[in-house]
T-cell receptor
């Protein structure tokens, strides 16, 4: 059974700081890993998708890495802004049910002005 | 490109009642999946549909059922509602080609269900 863990559960940083969010998973037989952002009471917004054959993906100030063999991914946010404040979730897709995505419980990020 | 849309946005039901939630997939997508998200937790997989058939189910009882229509829209039905069913219900769509589930999931804004 796939299990996904995100550490830390909450993070507070001053504006302008670079930060790293962590995601670990127990079963390396995945199709891909996807990072999402969720604002309070809202749906999930896709940030980055990394296929199992890839090592990293970049979009603007965001960079996500994947080490499938060790079951780890990181989301790096450069020059954080107050608008980055949200909950960040990672999800891995694959395993016995190919279409199923398993989520962590997220990291709630607060960026203080 | 039209995104994933869900209706209604909010719903209040009484324990024991039945509810139907609706979802329209993103244009060009052929699979739909449903997730339940309790407060402070990550989404939990309920089931997914591909080619109008259930193609995988999470750890949810049979009173959770669904449909996928030829236009790839979908319904989630929950019978005999319980207080613990109160949650945000999220619909996600994606594209599958030749059995490869490599494309990203796109989510709607969810339906907030409250059971009293």
């Amino acid at each position: 059974k796939q299990e996904v863990t995100q550490i830390p559960a909450a993070l507070s940083v001053p504006e302008g700081e670079n930060l790293v969010l962590n995601c670990s998973f127990t079963d390396s037989a995945i199709y891909n890993l996807q990072w999402f952002r969720q604002d309070p009471g809202k749906g999930l917004t896709s940030l980055l998708l990394i296929q199992s054959s890839q090592r990293e993906q970049t979009s603007g100030r965001l960079n996500a890495s994947l080490d499938k063999s060790s079951g780890r991914s990181t989301l790096y946010i450069a020059a954080s802004q107050p608008g980055d404040s949200a909950t960040y979730l990672c999800a891995v897709r694959g395993g016995t049910n190919a279409g199923k995505s398993t989520f962590g419980d997220g990291t709630t990020l607060t960026v203080k002005p | 490109e039209t995104g994933v849309t869900q209706s209604p946005t909010h719903l209040i039901k009484t324990r024991g009642q039945q509810v139907t939630l609706r979802c329209s997939s993103q244009s060009g997508h052929n699979t739909v999946s449903w997730y339940q998200q309790a407060l402070g937790q990550g989404p939990q997989f309920i089931f997914q549909y591909y080619r109008e058939e259930e193609n995988g189910r999470g750890n949810f009882p049979p009173r959770f059922s669904g449909l996928q229509f030829p236009n790839y829209s979908s319904e989630l039905n929950v019978n005999a509602l319980e207080l613990d069913d109160s949650a945000l219900y999220l619909c996600a769509s994606s594209f599958v080609s030749l059995g490869v589930w490599a494309s990203p999931l796109h989510f709607g804004n969810g339906t907030r269900l409250t059971v009293t």
